[in-house]
């Protein structure tokens, strides 16, 4: 092994067997998956990289954990020390669990929408984000900057805000019709890419000109603040807790999809600094939608796992491997020539489908093709990142054009090993090399939200 990619800083104590199939199986199952990886059994995945959502392995203090579970409905123990662990990371006041981010999102977002014509906007919306906000009735702007969108040249923090960008459009809009800006931290939909402390002080600044309040959609807020460790001056010899209570500090809300850094199969948050009209509104909605404000959709088990995946999520030898892993799979490619966003982010290797299959038009959806054709190269699961997700415009009913066709392998924590990932790269270097072959691919059934998920394509032939 390259002794540039750290060794995992845990050993494996049980295995989970993972089936190969014959690409003629493989062949037949993505026909009746409807060309949809979503739609794909588990099991007949070989190397699962859709998400790394709740896929990541536990520690043994976390199954340790799991027994102390305290499943009152009411007041659970394990509330406590969740609340705790949490009001410990942020130094905010105010936490209520959700089952997962977006359960956070259905809760906190229609609160913030109180009248017609508003806008929240971000560096970037993650889809389910996107779709809460457009369902509690506003509409959502993204304002990252241009560099992102370039993915050969290196940027270290290609997920920053365009801060002129996002003074011009809340001036546009008029201060009074934004509802929040949101900081996606790392920048999921275009690489896990980071944001930098000193853009997210100049975020601050401009809402507090304007008076708008900030969230943080921190479901890698973790890993987001290893990165400006690594990347930016003046932050190389504070510990990843500091550098987190800094970000957290510059905002007002924090939601998370804790299934993610949170370390733990389920589980969401919604974090309030300090707002306690919006924390006895967000009190009172949760239980008709996700349940009693002390479990908020989760087993006292699940608070358990949370509370201690929480704290080794900021560990720094565990962020040195995660990360190290994206970047083997992304050097890798790169040596290949395969065209992927650069520098790698955090969760995952982001291939630039535009360049890879460029015959393929975008409402072809050429991300999705590609993903196709590495599940039947190798029975390796990657989830496109481009048109096909970001769905059709809202009045227009249009197909959106993504700035970027991605295909995104998602490495999930601490689940498969550097050997895994050589298999992933021999796959897509082989689809690479092939790629003139690939076809475009169009609906059979298209569902009304969120579509990615459950349409069913086929092959245009
Ligand atoms: N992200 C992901 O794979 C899981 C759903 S799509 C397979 O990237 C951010 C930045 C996310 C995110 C989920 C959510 C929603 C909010 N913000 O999935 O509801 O990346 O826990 O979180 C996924 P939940």
Redesign the pocket.
């Known amino acids: 092994m390259n002794k540039k990619y750290v060794a995992p800083p845990y050993r494996i104590k049980m295995v989970e067997p993972i089936k190969i199939t014959t690409r003629e199986e493989r062949e037949n199952y993505l026909r009746v998956a409807g060309y949809n990886p979503f739609s794909l059994r588990s099991e007949d995945v070989y190397i699962d990289l ?5 896929t990541g392995a536990m520690s043994q203090y976390q199954w340790a954990a799991l027994m102390m579970g305290d499943e009152a409905y009411a007041g659970s123990r394990s509330f406590y020390k969740l609340e705790k662990v949490v009001k410990q990371i942020t130094n905010y006041q105010y936490v209520i669990p959700a089952h ?4 956070a ?1 259905q809760v906190v977002l229609p609160q913030l929408v109180n009248k017609e014509g508003l806008y929240f906007i971000s560096n970037m919306h ?4 996107r779709a809460h906000v457009e369902m509690a009735g506003a509409r959502a702007l993204d304002c990252v900057i241009d560099e992102c969108f370039d993915t050969e040249t290196y940027h270290p923090f290609k997920g920053n805000f365009d801060v002129i960008q996002l003074e011009k459009i809340i001036n546009e809009k008029g201060p009074e019709n934004i509802a929040g800006i949101i900081m ?1 931290i790392t920048n ?1 939909s275009a690489g896990g890419q980071p944001v930098s402390m000193e853009n997210m002080k100049k975020v601050r600044v401009i809402a507090d000109k304007y008076k708008i309040r900030v969230l943080i ?1 921190g ?2 807020y973790a890993e987001n603040s290893y990165f400006i460790k690594q990347r930016e001056k003046g932050y190389e010899n504070k510990s990843i807790e500091e550098i987190a209570l800094e970000t957290f500090a510059l905002a007002d809300i924090f ?1 998370m ?1 804790s ?2 850094d949170g370390l733990s199969n389920i589980g ?1 948050l919604i974090v309030i600094k300090d707002d306690v009209d919006l924390y006895n509104k967000c009190r009172t909605y949760i239980v008709p939608m996700e349940g009693f404000p002390t479990y908020g959709g989760l087993a006292g088990r699940d608070m358990e796992a949370l509370s201690v995946g929480l704290l080794e999520a900021l560990e720094e030898d565990y962020l040195q491997h995660r990360l190290d892993q994206v970047r083997f799979l992304g050097d890798k490619l790169r040596e290949a020539g395969v065209p992927i966003q650069y520098p790698t982010g955090g ?1 995952a290797v982001f291939v630039d489908c535009q360049k890879f299959a460029p015959h393929i038009p975008y409402d072809q959806f050429p991300a999705q093709s590609v993903c196709n054709a590495v599940y039947l190269e190798a029975g390796v699961r990657p ?1 496109e990142i481009g048109s096909f997700l970001l769905g059709r415009d809202p009045d227009t009913k249009e197909n959106l054009k993504s700035p970027l066709e991605l295909m995104r392998l ?1 490495i999930p924590r601490r689940t498969y090993t550097y050997a895994h990932l050589e298999v992933v790269a021999d796959a897509v270097i082989e689809v690479y090399k092939n790629r003139e072959k690939l076809v475009g691919l169009e609906f059979d059934y298209e569902p009304p939200v969120l579509r990615h ?1 459950t349409a069913r394509l086929k092959p245009k032939l």
């Open positions: 859709l998400t790394d959502s709740g997962q981010g977006r359960g999102e993650f889809d389910t984000t996606t999921n959609d479901a890698r939601l999809s299934k993610k969401g969760h989830v998602t998920f």
